[in-house]
Nanobody
Framework: QVQLVESGGGLVQAGGSLRLSCDAS????????MGWYRQAPGKQRELVASIDSRGGTNYQDSVKGRFTISRDNAKNTVYLQMNSLKPEDTAVYYC??????????WGQGTQVTVSS
């Protein structure tokens, strides 16, 4: 069973930066989608950024220009560079990878806390 492990979360002041990483424990063939979601207390999980098999990216409007998603295909790793962080970015961040074989994988989440 493939596991996704996120890292890079933590406590940062508003305006600071963090880089999240999501590493797969084994190779995932035919990756279709890699994305980062977040869930704040009392709120639903929401898609923050995604990158498809061709490298096309999409971002939630609230993070455009501040967050950048990237991937390392050789390592089955996806990153989220977060700059100019705001208190409203505080949440647990989850990575998600699915492939053309119908497999869908989630990480356990990493806490990001932005202080004002």
């Amino acid at each position: 069973q493939v596991q996704l492990v996120e890292s890079g979360g933590g406590l940062v002041q508003a305006g600071g930066s963090l880089r999240l990483s999501c590493d797969a424990s084994a190779s995932i063939p035919m990756i279709n989608f890699m994305g980062w979601y977040r869930q704040a207390p009392g709120k639903q999980r929401e898609l923050v950024a995604s990158i498809d098999s061709r490298g096309g990216t999409n971002y939630q409007d609230s993070v455009k220009g501040r967050f950048t998603i990237s991937r390392d295909n050789a390592k089955n790793t996806v990153y989220l560079q977060m700059n100019s962080l705001k208190p409203e970015d505080t949440a647990v961040y989850y990575c998600n990878i699915n492939n053309q074989l119908g497999r869908n994988y989630w990480g356990q989440g990493t806490q990001v806390t932005v202080s004002s």
